[in-house]
């Protein structure tokens, strides 16, 4: 009997190491699809913007970022996100904070504000308490990325932390491609 329990918690600890050991904290993905972003929809506010609609925004390249003030994984991403705003907005990225909240606590306007100040965002955030966006790009993730072409095409998608250069040279590629002219 003592060898069946340690041959199961062997077999428990091996399962354990290949899940949680096999560095799948992070998945990337290129869209093979690229169907068309859907429109921001039931948002409940619109904080350090006025509402905007994918449709105002074609023709730049924009970044929506799911994430809540109250996941670790988000606010580690965060950083990274205010950064690329900051280096790459005057060439054209647009990037949109879509907070979707996980608890209840989190549907506060308040205190989505007080996140807001607290890690220095300075780009467009809509408050997503109906999951009406969220539902709308099929997410399931906290924190996720989706990037968007000049034409409005999701091109690119990142569920959790990490591969910020990857992420980070698909946004150069991106704006380098809005500003060469078609090929003929």
């Given at each position: ?26 998945e990337s993905q290129k869209v093979s699809d690229q169907r068309y972003a859907p429109e921001f929809k ?92 969220w539902s709308a790009y099929h997410n399931q993730y906290w924190p996720a990325m989706y990037l968007i ?36």
């Amino acid at each position: 009997m003592r060898y069946l329990i340690r041959g199961i918690l062997a077999a428990a600890g091996i399962a354990a190491i290949h899940i949680f050991g096999s560095g799948a904290v992070a998945e990337s993905q290129k869209v093979s699809d690229q169907r068309y972003a859907p429109e921001f929809k039931y948002i409940d506010h619109w904080l350090n913007s006025e509402p905007l609609t994918m449709q105002q925004l074609r023709g730049k390249v924009v970044l929506v970022d799911f994430w809540t003030y109250s996941c670790i994984n988000c606010v580690n991403t965060l950083p990274y996100v205010t950064q690329w705003h900051d280096k790459y907005k005057d060439q054209g990225l647009v990037v949109v904070g879509v907070h979707t909240p996980e608890f209840p606590f989190e549907k506060s306007t308040a205190n989505v504000q007080a996140a807001i100040r607290k890690f220095g965002i300075r780009y467009p955030v809509a408050q997503d308490n109906q999951y009406g966006t969220w539902s709308a790009y099929h997410n399931q993730y906290w924190p996720a990325m989706y990037l968007i072409d000049a034409d409005g095409r999701i091109v690119y998608e990142h569920y959790g932390e990490g591969q910020y250069k990857e992420t980070e040279a698909n946004i150069q590629k991106l704006l380098a491609a809005r500003k060469s002219p078609p090929a003929r």
